[in-house]
């Protein structure tokens, strides 16, 4: 057996048609070959009847290289991009509410101070906090936080694109 | 000019030149079916929708027009996904639509409300829910462009039921254009460049030809390509007739239960030509020892299937007929004739053959059945078939001479296709004859089309090539499971039999006695049980003013050979058991 553990994790941005039922079609595809996705994001883009979608999925590379091509041949796919092998940016933003008394919260503001998080909420024993950054970042203050005890989290998942001149659009 | 939705319907379908519809009215569909009643468009009643689906499908394939079904909410829409499914994994050009609850109750639980398009979604091209009658029209001319271009497919359309009643402003949409939806047509140039060199270089090449090969219309390219460059021709299950089954190029159908020659062919070219075909498992066998010493050039408009099972040298994205155009204007004379003589000696030394029973009262053979066919038909009838035993010896034994006149379920492999999709064909072509080549277990799955057949007079032959069991399992079960042959049996109890107790089929009762259901229905059924009874009864058939079944009672042992066991390599055919 091949160590999952192995497989790259893909991230790949899809400009869909802003249509009810797209969202189906694509992560139909995934499920069909039970496939996870560890991460999607949808939005409208500059155009309102485009949407971008960036889904992040670890799996076996033929598998996810015809997965792929059959996003594309999707009617409502416009354009397809893998960002595998191109220098690019991520992003994710996280809200976190973390159990802090009074004592706490010095402790907390310098964790937060190092990863240029903020704190947007502030009540008589919790903090919720923000922050934006690729995966490690947020998984690196997450551990951190992990001693105060977390309440409540929630994600975006991942936006990506690509550095430069190289530019998914219609 | 207002319209309602229905009518709007109804002028789309007959402006896309619509000939017939097929289906099943219901609660969610009616306002639909009350504008067809005035239509042109001759509407065929069916007894189910998978009927609906199937003989749609059948006029598709023998046309290479879109059919068109139609089917009400809820259990109508479920029971056309069988036949969608089996279009799609066929690449076959349909437009189903169905009726759905009023888009105010969609969602609630409504009667008779299923998810039309979530069961849809993975077995179709494209599929769409319309809930404004403002889109209706525009939708349905989407619908046809898609069905009907690229890698075509069915289309699935849900219109609820107060989308049909509601009225608009109508102005046909005369043209339309999707931006995110462009099928490359035309291989690129350097490609066909390099798979020119290919050719030109090639000692033992082949061409590997499949259903793509008929669904672009590249037959004649085809022809002229092997003539030209002068290279023998295989074909898939789906691509019998894309040559004609005479021409000296032609060497037969490849695969699980091709020929001996054709498949060592594969296995010793040096260069494969792929035209339209996806290196289904049922041609390639085992991946590891597929063709292991040639280059492959893989022509298909689907750039999903380069690479996808076989790594290939030369992919060339586009269609088959104008890639083949291109390619042909620059191809030089080429003979190869030393390879040819080598495939024709491994072809005498393992033809597709057959032993007469030596029994004492001798069974007719199913090979013996059809090779009649083709003889009193000249290769030169429409025949569908259901899936299993039958369906191999048909390929085997009726290599056609004209494409679209071998009608399979090929990909899905669904029991139940041959019988509605021969009445599709037969409504399309009635002047030729129209024979389903059909299996007992197969038949049994959609025979309530009798009805249509009957009411429409439609004059179908079908040929039941009755073995009491489902005869491909018991293949199997024979083969690869100690000749256990569970529930595969037809007339025991809980289908279990071994080969110990088995008795003479023609000592059982055979439910149902398909001579009296022929009867019930006023078709005319006759039973054979002997060799010698056979060519007057397919002339008879072929004569008949009614449709017709044949009850030919054959061996349950009878096997199809040659067969490459599931999951072995082309290398390892076994020719026959003996």
Known sequence: ?170 | MEKTGAEIIVECLEREGVEFIFGIPGGCNLPFFDKLYDSKIRLILTRHEQGASHMADGYARSTGKVGVCTATSGPGATNLVTGLATAHMDSIPLVAITGQVRTDVIGSDAFQEADAIGCTRPVTKHNYLVKDVKDLAHVIREAFYIASTGRPGPVHIDVPVDIQRAKIEFSYPEKISIRSYSPTIKGHPLQIKKALELIKAAERPLLYVGGGTILSGATKELRTLAEKANIPVATTLMANGAMPFDHPLYLGPLGMHGKYSTNTAMQKCDLMISCGARFDDRVTGKLSSFSPHSKKIHFDIDPANIGKSVAVDVPVVGDLKTVLKELNDQMPEKNHKPWIEQIKEWDKKHPFSYKEDQGKDPFIKPQYVIQELHRLTKGEAIITTGVGQHQMWAMQWYPCKYPRHFLTSGGLGTMGYGFPSSIGAKLAFPEKPVICIDGDGSFQMTMSEMATAIHENVKVIVIILNNYYLGMVRQWQELFYKERFSASCLTAQGGRRTKENEPDPRSLKYIPDFVKFAEAYGALGLRLTHKEEVEGALKQALDSKVPVILDVIIHPEEKVFPMVPAGAGLDDIIVDMA
């Not at chain 1, 590379?61 to 690019?88: A, F, M, R, S, T």
């Not at chain 1, 809200?95 to 310098?110: G, H, M």
């Not at chain 1, 690729?134 to 105060?148: H, N, T």
């Open chain 1, 1 to 170: 057996m091949k160590d999952k553990n192995f497989e790259p994790k893909h991230t790949i941005s899809i400009l869909v048609e802003n249509k009810a039922g797209v969202l189906a079609r694509i992560s139909g595809l995934f499920s069909a070959r039970g496939f996870n996705i560890d991460s999607l994001a949808v939005g409208e883009t500059d155009d309102p009847t485009v949407s971008r979608m960036t889904i992040v999925v670890k799996g076996d590379e033929k598998i996810l290289e015809q997965v792929e091509k059959q996003l594309n041949k999707l009617v409502d796919v416009i354009k397809l991009g893998d960002y595998i092998e191109i220098p690019h940016l991520e992003r994710d933003l996280a809200l976190i509410k973390v159990k802090a008394d009074k004592n706490d919260r010095s402790e907390l503001l310098q964790i937060v101070d190092i990863f240029r998080a903020k704190i947007v909420d502030v009540a008589d024993h919790s903090v919720i906090i923000e922050v934006t950054g690729d995966e490690d970042k947020i998984e690196a203050l997450i551990r951190m936080l992990g001693s105060f005890g977390i309440l409540e989290m929630s994600r975006t998942g991942i936006v990506a694109m690509a550095r430069g001149n190289n530019s998914l659009t219609i």
